[in-house]
């Protein structure tokens, strides 16, 4: 029906605010009419930093489902479920750990930044080494073809493909492959022989590009080689088979600037959000109690909107006349703060209140979502295991 097969998760790590939803579901929202989408809870994935904290796991789960639900996320068009509930996840993970070399987790960027970052967590474990390629294989499970992806993530996209390929090229080769290849690599004379085996073992082990150029140079410049050959020690150098694992797309997507109460973007750790879900009274107080222009400290002071947090909300909510005149007002007086917020506490209470009516039928109803989630665990286990069947058999695991 689609061309594209879209998948994307996200961590059960607290209530969804937002950022969350100008930053990633509305963008699911988009995509849900126009390729197949698979969207998971990646527990596993919170689980590779809040080992520690299982019980904000356990609570967020069915609270986020709810909250993608609530947001429009509609489980007829997408299908939704739990990470830990397809273990084909886990099982892909295992195996293509075999073929991942230590090199290549080592230099996926968030893994020394996070280290870094998050001080306060010990983060020097097996799995948070390895949560790139347990991301590949939520992607490679369902031979999916795009994956929507901020900035921050292009390193783990470009990560997934390398391990696919190397994957097809372990295990997707005719009979004879190998023994043909090395035959091939000894018609070069025992010194370029040598020189390729170093620059095919610095790509495959290291993932080094610069050793891979060289040696396709090197084989450029063999004049005597047969074709066959050619082809052989080209296709060596990088694998050349059958594609058992197909390499997705990264889909750009921009990074939400949605700006939290205090000007920074919306984020927990700087507790400055709005919650997807959150009580009205509290939304128009939190907005009501905003900082503002730090200049106007009188009602009668001029203010300058690109010092104030408020303004940034009316960049998201506001039409352009509402910010004519609050840019008008504010910079001549002529309207009061709270008078200015109004209208971002009244848009904000009305993209919520569809939010609210729809989670209320799930939050009456809670086996409405365990069976959303339920059915698709189910068909995420149906795609994931044709996958398998042909991952099981490279690999030599099809025993009857
Ligand atoms: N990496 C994302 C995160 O940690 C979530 C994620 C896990 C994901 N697996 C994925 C996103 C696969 C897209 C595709 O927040
Ligand atoms: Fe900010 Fe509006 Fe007050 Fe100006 S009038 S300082 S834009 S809240």
Redesign the pocket.
């Known amino acids: 029906m689609f061309a594209d097969r879209i998948?994307?998760?996200?961590?059960p790590t607290g209530s969804l605010h937002l950022g969350h939803y100008h930053g990633v579901l509305k963008n699911w929202i988009t995509m849900q009419h126009e390729y197949e989408c698979l969207f998971?809870v990646?527990d596993w994935?919170a689980l590779t930093t809040h080992y520690d904290a299982p019980e904000i796991i356990e609570q967020s789960v069915w609270d986020m489902v709810i909250d993608w639900l609530a947001s429009g996320v509609d489980p007829a068009r997408a299908t939704l479920f739990i990470q830990s509930k397809v273990p084909e996840h886990a099982e892909l993970h295992l195996l293509l750990s075999m073929i991942t070399p230590l090199g290549w987790l080592e230099r996926v960027p968030t893994y020394k930044d996070q280290q870094e970052k998050l001080t306060s967590k010990d983060l020097t474990t097996y799995g948070f080494l390895g949560?790139p390629l347990?991301?590949s294989a939520?992607?490679l499970a369902y031979r999916?073809t795009l994956?929507?992806?901020g900035e921050d993530?292009i390193p783990?996209l470009e990560f997934t493909r390398e391990i696919a390929r190397r994957f097809n090229h372990m295990y997707g080769r005719e009979p004879g492959f190998a023994e043909k290849a090395e035959l091939a690599v000894k018609k070069l004379g025992s010194k370029k022989a040598r020189l390729y085996k170093e620059l095919r073992n610095r790509f495959q082990e290291q993932g080094d590009d610069e050793a891979l150029e060289s040696a396709k140079a090197l084989l450029d410049e063999q004049q005597s080689l047969n074709l066959g050959d050619r082809e052989r020690l080209f296709g060596y150098l990088e694998g050349g088979g059958k594609m058992i694992l197909s390499e997705p797309q990264a889909m750009l997507t921009v990074a939400s600037k949605m700006p939290g109460l205090d000007g920074q973007k919306m984020s927990k750790s700087y507790n400055n959000t709005i919650a997807l879900r959150e009580d009205e009274a509290s939304v128009a107080k939190k907005i009501r109690t905003m900082p503002t222009d730090p200049a106007r400290i009188r009602r009668t002071d001029p203010g300058d909107p690109a010092k104030c947090p408020v303004w940034a909300l009316h960049q998201v909510y506001s039409n352009d006349q509402t910010k004519q005149s609050v840019v008008q007002g504010c910079t001549s007086a002529g309207i009061g703060c709270i008078e200015c917020k109004q209208p971002v506490i009244d848009a904000v209470l009305s993209e919520q209140r569809p939010m609210r009516e729809r989670a209320q039928l799930y939050l009456d109803d809670p086996a409405l979502v365990r069976n959303i989630i339920a059915d698709g665990n189910e068909k995420a286990r149906k795609l994931a295991g044709e996958t398998m069947r042909d991952v099981r058999e490279a690999m030599g695991l099809s025993y009857a």
Request: proline content about 5%.
């Open positions: 998948l994307s998760g996200m961590r998971f990646a994935h949560y347990l991301m939520d992607i999916s994956v929507p992806v993530q783990h």
